[in-house]
Nanobody, 120 residues
Framework: QVRLVESGGGLVQAGGSLRLSCTTSGRTFSSISMGWFRQAPGKDREFVAAISRSGATTNYRNSVKGRFTISRDNFKNTVDLQMNSLKPEDTAVYYC?????????????WGQGTQVTVSS
């Protein structure tokens, strides 16, 4: 089992930036592909971004392309989500997720979430 702990959420004005970080433990980090999801009030959880085990491949939902960047540090066992040009519609609880031994398929572990609020 992988333990995930997010940090870095907060309140920011529209157009501002935040950097989320997720620290992992319990499994060799390089064997885990990582992702970020978010859930706004009254809405389903949605995919935001993912990065492969090697870090060579990234994927983003269309609405965040060009504004968000996912990255990983296989020495520090962390995955970050740099969020720029934030919009009020980015407001949500952001969750870190881990997928064991694969770059595809379902997600195996989730963090507890961190709140991001973007004011207009």
């Amino acid at each position: 089992q992988v333990r995930l702990v997010e940090s870095g959420g907060g309140l920011v004005q529209a157009g501002g930036s935040l950097r989320l970080s997720c620290t992992t433990s319990g499994r060799t980090f390089s064997s885990i592909s990582m992702g970020w999801f978010r859930q706004a009030p009254g809405k389903d959880r949605e995919f935001v971004a993912a990065i492969s085990r090697s870090g060579a491949t990234t994927n983003y939902r269309n609405s965040v392309k060009g504004r968000f960047t996912i990255s990983r540090d296989n020495f520090k066992n962390t995955v970050d989500l740099q969020m720029n040009s934030l919009k009020p519609e980015d407001t949500a609880v952001y969750y870190c997720a881990a997928r064991l031994d694969s770059d595809y398929g379902s997600w195996d572990s989730w963090g507890q979430g961190t709140q991001v609020t973007v004011s207009s």
